[in-house]
Nanobody, 114 residues
């Protein structure tokens, strides 16, 4: 059984920074692609960033240059460094394992005030 637990969300002013963490427990493969998604009220869940087992990354256009995804396979943890936050970044952020199990975390709230 795999569990993904996000942490690091909170309330921050526009222009500020937050670092989200996603800690995995159980049998999870270091070569799985891991991703961060977000869902704002009344909107569909959207992918924010993803990272392959070898470290290759991709980002949504809306966060390029501001967000950085990284992973520590030894710690089974994925991170999302978010800088220059904007009010439109306000959402619940979810961690996702794109491996065969397709696991999701419970989400962490990020609120950016103007």
């Amino acid at each position: 059984q795999v569990q993904l637990v996000e942490s690091g969300g909170g309330l921050v002013q526009a222009g500020g920074s937050l670092r989200l963490s996603c800690a995995a427990s159980g049998s999870i493969f270091s070569w799985n692609v891991m991703a961060w998604y977000r869902q704002a009220p009344g909107k569909q869940r959207e992918v924010v960033a993803s990272i392959g087992g070898g470290g290759s990354t991709s980002y949504a256009d809306s966060v390029k240059g501001r967000f950085t995804i990284s992973r520590d396979n030894a710690k089974k943890t994925v991170y999302l460094q978010m800088n220059s936050l904007k009010p439109e970044d306000t959402a619940v952020y979810y961690c996702n394992d794109r491996g065969p199990g397709g696991y999701w975390g419970q989400g962490t709230q990020v609120t950016v005030s103007s």
